[in-house]
Structures are given as C-alpha cells and as structure tokens.
C-alpha cells in the first residue's frame, strides 16, 4: 500500500482548491496579530519596531510561502532605500570636499543598490506558478540571485585590494578632511542598519539570498571604514594608513564572502542545516499509527523547504486508515519543521 499525501499551498494562493481534500485546517493559534503591548512608544520606538524582527520560535515563524515571499519583497525594497538615502548624503559630502576615495566608495555603495535588483526579480519570480518545462516552479531564482551577489561581493573585494595596493604605491592627498570623516561615518552606520535589517530578515524567512545581500551591505560598511580609518592616519601623520586600513578591510571582505557563499552554494547543492533531517524524523515518529520512519529527503526551493519522507503503518490498516495517518504526519510536519512548506508522505505496511 502506498499512500501519498502532498500539501497544497501553491495551489491555494493561486486560488485552486486542496485536491486532495487534506483539509489542513492550519489554525495555528499563533495570534500573529502581535499584541505584544510593547512599552515603549513613539516615532522612534515604532521604528525599531518595525525594523527589528521578532525572534519568534518555530511555532511563532512565518508559516506561508506567501506572507514570506512579501516580507522577502519589503526588506528587499526597505533596504534599497536606506542604500540610495546614505550614498545620497555621501555624494552631497563629495560635492563640498572634492574628495577621490570618498567618491569611489560612493559608486561602490551606489553599484551594491543594483545587485537589489535581481534580488527582487527573484522574489517576484518565486511567484509564478510551475510549468510543464519548470514543474518544481521558479523558487530557485532565489539562489541564482545569490550566487550574482557573491560575484558582486567578491568583484568588491577585488577592487578593495587593488585600490589599497595603489594607494600604498601611490598615497592619496585628502582634502576637507573633518567632511569626508563624516561622509564615512554615514556610510559605515547606512550599510550596517541595512545589513542587521536584511540578515534578520533572511534568517526568518529562511532565504539565502537576503542574507547573502545583508552580508554585503556589511561589506560596503567596511569599506567605508576605509575612509574613516584613512581621516584618522593622515591626521596621525600617517599618509599610507588608508591604504592598510583598505587591505585589512579586504580581508574582512573576503571572510564575509566565503561565509556566504557557504550557504548558497549547499543549498544549490540540495543540502539543508544541521539537525533539519532528525526533526523531520522526530516529528513524523511522533504521530500516532506511525510504527517507523524510513527515508527522509528535504531541501530548499528559495526560502521554503520541501520534502519527502517515507513511514511505516500497520499491514492491518485500510487505505483510508493509511491516507489518514499520512495527512497527520503532513500537518504535523509543516507545524513542527519551520520553513517547511511541501512535504510527500509515502505510507508503507508492515
């Protein structure tokens, strides 16, 4: 006997009904209304608020593949903005200080907001339904996006150490000094608002790629450091401090990079985090009528998991018994393995 039991979601946000009559009945009891009666209040608490995510535990996460998808979109967008408005003030600072490397450093800011875009253009494309040619859908543009932003971060570290060894070759005369220490300042504080912004958001949400976008943001902030690091040297008397300062930051890049592209390049290879393949188990061998849990397979699509998972029942139970368990373990699945999205229960007698 073999039973399969597959969750609908896609289908539903596209306005299909459950084919499967599952009858899922998702009524998690979250109370994701969050009346959470913070005590603080005003303009600036309700900043925060709304730009530092809860740390909500597994039955507190973002359940849908849809309300993920929106707050995925809305950091994306959020982050561009706080981008453009700090490399805004940096380019105002350049007009009245005339300064190279302040310049530079605000193009490269500038050329960070671009990599938003394919970010969103994933995000976007995560919502297009499967098609004969794509049948898992288009949720892995996700990772693609990802790995173009790790291109851009390395690119970003390349151009770091090129400009740190010319620098060392060739020190730079700052001018408007007390002005371009500001600019930097703006530009390390700007990047890392929208770097803890995205990583948190990322991390919730499960996606790779926004967090991929998070760390280079954080990136872009050091490289800004440069230019704080560089004011304070040549005021200490020291011509050529940009320049170590510039090496230093590249090392920093690169650390940033390889962290990143660790995640990115598993999750292209089907690989999940430690410990996600034992709580399948875990919550599967929990449910009652379930007698052994045979395989088990997960991996992402995007910011979701999928899965498949192979269970034993008793040789005595009908088909509907069967079908039956096999939804449980389904619902009992997607409540208890955060970012777990579509799970196929194969039902196997013994």
């Known amino acids: 006997m073999k039973n399969d039991a597959r969750s609908r979601d896609d289908r539903s946000e596209r306005g299909h009904g459950h084919g499967h009559q599952h009858g899922h009945g998702h009524g998690h009891g979250h109370g994701h209304g969050h ?8 303009r600036w608490a309700k900043l925060v608020h709304a730009l530092k995510p809860h740390a909500h535990d597994v039955t507190d996460s973002i359940e849908t593949a849809e309300e993920a998808r929106e707050a995925g979109i809305r950091a994306a967008w959020i982050g561009l903005a706080g981008m453009m408005a700090t490399a805004g003030l940096q380019l105002a600072i350049v007009a009245i200080s005339g300064s190279i490397s302040l310049f530079a450093d605000t193009i490269h800011n500038l050329g960070h ?14 919502r297009r339904p499967p098609t004969r040619r794509y049948p898992y859908g288009f949720r892995r543009a996700e990772d693609v996006a ?16 090129v400009e740190a060894v010319t620098a060392l070759i060739e020190p730079r005369q700052l001018t408007n000094l007390g002005w371009v220490f500001a600019a930097g300042l703006i530009g390390a504080a700007g990047n890392e608002l929208v770097a803890i912004y995205r990583i948190r958001v990322g991390r919730r949400i499960g996606s790779a790629a926004l967090i991929a976008e998070g760390n280079h943001a954080r990136a872009d902030g050091l490289t800004s450091l440069v230019v704080v690091a560089a004011v304070i040297g040549v005021w200490l008397g020291f011509p050529r ?19 990143s592209c660790r995640t990115i390049f598993r999750r292209l290879m089907d690989g999940v985090d430690d410990g996600t393949v034992e709580r399948i188990e875990s919550v599967a061998g929990g449910v009652d009528g379930v007698r ?9 699509a995007g910011h979701r998991l999928e899965g498949d998972i192979t269970i034993t029942v008793d040789a ?35």
Do not use: K, M, Q, Y
């Not at 009346?35 to 005003?42: E, I, K, L, S, Y």
């Not at 990802?146 to 150490?161: E, F, K, M, P, R």
């Not at 052994?292 to 992402?300: S, T």
């Open 113 to 126: 907001a671009v990599t938003t875009i394919p970010l969103l253009i994933a995000f976007r494309l995560g």
């Open 146 to 161: 990802g790995v173009l932003i790790a291109v851009v971060v390395a690119a970003s570290a390349v151009w770091i150490i």
């Open 316 to 350: 005595a139970a009908t088909v509907a018994d069967g079908h039956l368990i096999a939804r449980r373990v389904n619902e009992e699945l997607r409540h208890g393995v955060r970012h777990l999205d579509h799970v196929v229960v194969h039902v196997h007698p013994n």
């Open 292 to 300: 052994d849990v045979g395989r088990v397979r997960a991996r992402w």
């Open 241 to 259: 401090a940009d320049a170590a300062a510039g090496l230093l930051v590249a090392v920093a890049v690169v650390w940033i990079l390889v962290n």
């Open 35 to 42: 009346g959470h009666d913070h005590p603080h209040a005003g």
